[in-house]
């Protein structure tokens, strides 16, 4: 692909930062044909070095400054709570009139990191790929993060560079950038990871009870084990460094809390008039007429037994984040083109239980009369809070401690649910990308 463009003919790409998805940024340019100079720690280059020596086209170099001033474009693929520090430390030795960019998932002070400690020859332009390294990039969504020091012909490289991944490409200011990704990342994680503690406070493993397998129940199980099968600071960095996550967060958290207390409180009308008020706000006629999941679909993928009988739920989780995007005033829709894989499974399930009046009903029935889920809601409800306390608080030792306990709970099971995951994410956003990307393709073009 590489040759496809003879007047960038000897340029080089740098990686600084070789994790997960350093390593994936890095093999697709050098399968690409582009050649990479690639680094990380110090102490890591003898390993990295080995860990690539089929990789030709990859340069392992000892550390940033020999990555900076042998490279044209300059990507830090790095912690975000990390990024100041080590711009600081490589960002002068970038080379004159180079371009630098991120791929952190937190741009605000990814780019005032920029902005402070590289020189003014040096051009800006970031990007975001909107999924995890085990995706492959393929269709899957790509920001990238255009800035006023970046010329059209730096983009216009950063765009043919990037377009190896063969990702679907929009872009967008930092700023929108972060507030979208609030939209459509902060508050999910927040749900999933609320879900995995509530599990542990009950010493639940939910893929073992009936009650929690099949259909939605699978989405919530196997999503929230992929989250904590991951590294702590993916979703750290995020939620904490996020201007406009924290607020979402807090707002999911308001709403968890307000539902349960009206469930345990008997106040049938009340809540029904609630959860129905949102959900024909969030899913007025012409969003999402067509239903993204179907529960067919969903039950191949299950970590346990079908059960013959689907067992009600209160879904306390999937109300409340209707209830959240109400009450924030947030369209979900408008921001599919940037939505992570996560977040339209997410989506779908929500969609899926407010496009259907009778399983609404059930579940509202449930939420008031039936105690069955009543332990379950209350620790989910006490973990919500808890989530976004920890990230008011901005402490990444807390979050790092209150995500890793709870990661090693779940972790005997983290190599059937990457593995179901990853059938399940494959199998249901190649039924939906079709219709997903082209509705989201004009809600761009409409709202960014």
């Given at each position: 692909m590489a040759d496809q463009y003879p007047d960038m003919k000897g340029f080089e790409i740098g990686v600084i930062g070789m994790g997960d998805m350093g390593k994936m940024y890095a093999k697709n340019f050098s399968e690409a044909g582009w050649r990479v100079n690639a680094c990380d720690r110090e102490e890591n280059?003898?390993?990295?070095?080995?860990?690539?020596?089929?990789?030709?086209?990859?340069?392992?170099?000892?550390?940033?400054?020999?990555?900076?001033?042998?490279?044209?474009?300059?990507?830090?693929?790095?912690?975000?709570?990390?990024?100041?520090?080590?711009?600081?430390?490589?960002g002068q030795s970038t080379r004159q009139g180079a371009i630098v960019g991120g791929q952190t998932s937190c741009k605000t002070p990814e780019i005032a990191a920029f902005e402070k400690h590289l020189p003014q020859d040096v051009e800006i332009v970031s990007c975001h790929s909107l999924h995890g390294p085990k995706i492959d990039p393929r269709g899957q969504p790509l920001v990238i993060v255009t800035h006023p020091r970046a010329s059209q012909e730096s983009i216009q490289r950063v765009k043919r560079v990037l377009s190896c991944l063969g990702s679907q490409a929009v872009e967008l200011t930092a700023q929108e950038h972060d507030r979208i990704t609030a939209d459509t990342q902060a508050v999910t994680h927040a749900a999933f990871l609320s879900m995995g503690t509530a599990w542990q406070a009950n010493a639940q493993f939910p893929w073992e009870m009936n009650r929690y397998v099949g259909g939605i129940e699978n989405v919530k199980i196997n999503l929230t084990l992929r989250i904590?099968?991951?590294?702590?600071?993916?979703?750290?960095?995020?939620?904490?460094?996020?201007?406009?996550?924290k607020e979402q967060i807090r707002q999911y958290a308001t709403s968890v809390s307000e539902l349960f207390k009206l469930m345990i409180h008997g106040k049938r009308e009340e809540f029904e008039q609630r959860v129905k008020k949102a959900g024909a706000e969030v899913f007025k006629p012409g969003r999402g007429e067509e239903l993204l999941l179907r529960e067919d679909v969903l039950n191949q993928f299950s970590l346990g037994e079908v059960p013959k009988e689907r067992r009600a739920n209160s879904h306390l989780s999937l109300l409340a984040m209707v209830d959240c995007w109400w009450k924030l005033g947030s369209v979900p829709y408008d921001h599919m083109i940037c939505s992570t894989p996560l977040f339209r499974l997410w989506l779908g399930v929500t969609q899926y239980l407010f496009r259907k009046p009778d399983l609404l009903d059930e579940v509202i029935r449930v939420a008031i009369d039936d105690n069955s889920f009543r332990q379950d809601d209350l620790e989910f409800m006490v973990a919500a809070r808890g989530w976004s306390d920890c990230v008011s608080f901005g402490n990444f030792d807390s979050y790092r401690d209150r995500f890793e306990r709870i990661q090693k709970f779940f972790e005997p099971r983290f190599s059937d649910a990457t593995r179901v995951g990853n059938e399940m994410i494959k199998t249901i956003l190649q039924s939906t990308a079709s219709n997903d990307m082209g509705a989201a393709n004009k809600e761009v073009n409409g709202n960014v």
């Open positions: 280059y003898e390993s990295l070095k080995a860990e690539l020596v089929k990789h030709t086209n990859i340069n392992v170099l000892t550390n940033g400054h020999r990555v900076s001033r042998a490279s044209d474009y300059i990507i830090y693929s790095v912690e975000a709570e990390m990024i100041d520090r080590v711009v600081a430390n490589y904590y099968s991951s590294k702590w600071h993916v979703y750290a960095g995020l939620a904490i460094l996020n201007p406009s996550a």
